[in-house]
């Protein structure tokens, strides 16, 4: 009889330790993010700071150093500001157009300014790609195109156009088809 309450006691204080040992693991890993179960670091980011990784990641992605990755990071950021521009414009443009009280003036006068920001969009990474093409060497010119840094049409990484759709990524995409990385440059 001994013999069996020393048993279940050793049963007990095991399953007990067991749990405590779990207990203090955390909640477990998050979908997506690191095994320790804590979100990703760009999602405490604020949008200046994932940008800037972002734009170093491409960069050191297309091998750049030196006057051409200065000019690259130039291009870039004159892009990303744009595409924040533009990014505005369609979040006010979409408001306006899910709010029933809207003025029929109202929404035309929101499309004419969503239409005017993605005109300087446009216009702005066509100039920055030109400069920029205009100061790399013919490999490095391939490279970023072939990364989106120059636009392709499919955004960095082959994932998607400036225009619209998703690119693969951590972030995911905005569930109502909303840009893929608000601030993100040309393509993302």
Sequence with gaps: MKRFALVAS???LLVVLVGVLFAQEGPGPMPGGPSNGT???WLNMDR???DEMR????????TLIGDERRAARVALEAKTQARQELTDALGKLRSTAENM???D???????????EALAKYNATVEEQDTQLAEKLCVRSRALCLALGIIDNGLGTRGGSS????????P???DSRGGPHFPGAPAGE
Excluded: F, K, M
């Design 10 to 12: 050793a049963a007990a």
């Design 48 to 50: 200046g700071a994932r």
């Design 162 to 169: 400036r225009r619209g759709g998703s690119d693969s990524g």
């Design 171 to 173: 972030q995911g995409a």
């Design 39 to 41: 979100a990703p670091a």
């Design 55 to 62: 734009i170093d990641t491409l960069l050191t992605d297309a």
């Design 105 to 115: 003036e109202q929404l035309n006068q929101t499309i004419a300014a969503y239409n």
């Design 101 to 103: 009280r809207s003025s």
